[in-house]
C-alpha cells in the first residue's frame, strides 16, 4: 500500500525560507500529478502548486508564485515544496497529494505538516 510521508514543517520568522519533502513509499507509485495543499484553522483547503510527475510541468497559487517552487526526485518518489519569502499567512497545515494514475482527482493524502510563520 502506498503512502505519502511529509516532512519539514516548523517554525520560521517572516521573510524566511522552509523546504517540505513528501515521499511515496511502497511496493508501486504511479501518479499523474502531486500537488501541495494547505489549511488554515477556520479557513478551507487551498491549493498551493503542483507538478506533472512525468513532465514536470509546475502550477501555483497566486498567492505563492514567484516565492514557492514545486520540485520532484524520480528516483526517490519524492516532491519537494520550497518555501522562501515567508509571511504570517502563509501559517499552515500543509498536505502532500498524489493524483495517481488513473483516478479522477487527488485521491492519496500526507498526514499534514504544520508551518507557523510569525510576524
Known amino acids: 500500500q502506498v503512502r505519502l510521508v511529509e516532512s519539514g514543517g516548523g517554525s520560521v520568522q517572516a521573510g524566511g525560507s522552509l523546504r517540505l519533502s513528501c515521499a511515496a513509499s511502497?511496493?508501486?507509485?504511479?501518479?499523474?500529478?502531486m500537488g501541495w495543499f494547505r489549511q488554515a484553522p477556520g479557513k478551507e483547503r487551498e491549493f498551493v502548486g503542483s507538478?506533472?510527475?512525468?513532465?514536470?510541468?509546475?502550477y501555483y497559487a497566486d498567492s505563492v508564485k514567484g516565492r514557492f517552487t514545486v520540485s520532484r526526485e524520480l528516483a526517490k518518489y519524492t516532491v519537494y515544496l520550497q518555501m522562501n519569502s515567508l509571511r504570517p499567512d502563509d501559517s499552515a497545515t500543509y498536505y502532500c497529494?498524489?493524483?495517481?494514475?488513473?483516478?479522477?482527482?487527488?485521491?492519496?493524502w500526507g498526514q499534514g505538516t504544520q508551518v507557523t510563520v510569525s510576524s
Open positions: 497529494a498524489a493524483h495517481q494514475t488513473g483516478a479522477s482527482e487527488y485521491n492519496l
Open positions: 511502497g511496493r508501486t507509485f504511479s501518479a499523474y500529478a
Open positions: 507538478i506533472r510527475w512525468s513532465g514536470g510541468n509546475t
